[in-house]
């Protein structure tokens, strides 16, 4: 895996054509969770699919689209339209130095412009491959193997502790917060401010007392650990075919 942290030099002489793009976000995970969850988490992405391509690793991208999030202070939410002007502007530098492949590893789970922006780029670059990993069912198999199964909560709950904790454990306070959100509001969800559909920002529940610190962490470790690997799998070999049905 090669980075931002290598010289041009080994960058060039290592041969690769593969640049790995990743987008997290800074918004509010409650009350008590620190803001570049996300961020951590698409960094994770890109770091693994780095070492399995062996493709230069881009600095993650910071913010994302957080709209929903936009009413808690400190959140930034940039619009889809700059952000993909932007990663396009990134692609096509890359482009012109020989890299071909690209990846690109998102860690919110509010991006929908991320499949729209994949299927653009392939249809206006032919000489270039786009790809993006799908959850399928990853996600559930994830939350199984770390006792996680049938865990209901779509942000700040007890999985986002779990990952703090596993992640940055100094910057999470382990105290109770969120609350059971009314399935009904689930269809407004994408529609308006979260401070208006949920209690503290969180959509899902965390206890404090529970489990140990201990016990949060190891669950984070083992969830996101399978999850990754799971959407990595085969991971070169589609890039790979991709590129060649594509440029045949």
Known sequence: MLNYKNSTKEILESGTDIAILSVGATEQFGPYLPMHLDTLIAQMYAESFGETLNG?????????????HANYKGTITVSPNILTAMLEEIIVNLNRQGFTKFVLCNGH??????????????????????????????????????????LNELHAGLLSVCTGMWLCPELVK??????????????????????KLTKDG??????????????LAKMGEIFWTAFISKRGENLKVILEEAYRIKMS
């Open 202 to 215: 969180c959509w899902g529940k965390f206890e404090k007392n529970e489990y140990t610190p201990e016990q």
């Open 109 to 150: 789970g509010g991006a929908y412009w991320e499949t729209s922006f994949v299927k653009q780029i392939n249809y206006k670059y032919p000489d270039l491959i786009l790809i993006t990993t799908f959850r399928h069912l990853a996600w559930e198999e994830a939350l199984k193997e770390a006792g996680l199964e049938g």
């Open 56 to 68: 230069y690793v881009l600095p993650t991208i910071p913010f994302n689209t957080s709209e929903e």
């Open 174 to 195: 382990l105290e109770s917060m969120g609350s059971n959100i009314p399935s009904e509001n689930n269809k407004f969800a994408d529609y308006m401010f979260w401070d």
